[in-house]
């Protein structure tokens, strides 16, 4: 089972940016898909974006426009750079990896390996 490393969180002002990292313990292949959610304090986890291995990406409505997902080449790493925070981003962000089928992308079910997350937390 792959292991999963997230870095990158901190405590910013809103309208500021951030770049989440999560690294991957040996190279993404098959079908894969390398996905971020998010948890905020009494509220469950939701999805917030996602890569699969055709490059294809997926963005929840709240962050489109403001997030943005990549990979490096070697498809060990993967990216989400968040600008323009807002207070509402405040949350745990967990990285997740799977072969999810399509539907399957957005939800938490569809990923079998996590990472510990690591918190963002914007203020006014």
């Known amino acids: 089972q792959v292991q999963l490393t997230e870095s990158g969180g901190g405590l910013v002002q809103a309208g500021d940016s951030l770049r989440l990292s999560c690294a991957l313990s040996?190279?993404?292949?098959?079908?894969?898909?390398m996905t971020w959610f998010r948890q905020a304090p009494g509220k469950e986890r939701e999805f917030v974006s996602a890569i699969r291995y055709n490059g294809y990406t997926y963005y929840a409505d709240p962050v489109k426009g403001r997030f943005t997902i990549s990979r490096d080449n070697a498809k060990t790493t993967v990216y989400l750079q968040m600008n323009n925070l807002k207070i509402e981003d405040t949350a745990v962000y967990f990285c997740?990896?799977?072969?999810?089928?399509?539907?399957?992308?957005?939800?938490?079910?569809?990923?079998?390996?996590w990472g510990q997350g690591t918190q963002v937390t914007v203020s006014s």
């Open positions: 997740a990896f799977g072969n999810p089928i399509l539907r399957q992308i957005r939800t938490a079910q569809g990923y079998k390996s």
């Open positions: 040996r190279r993404a292949f098959d079908n894969y898909a």
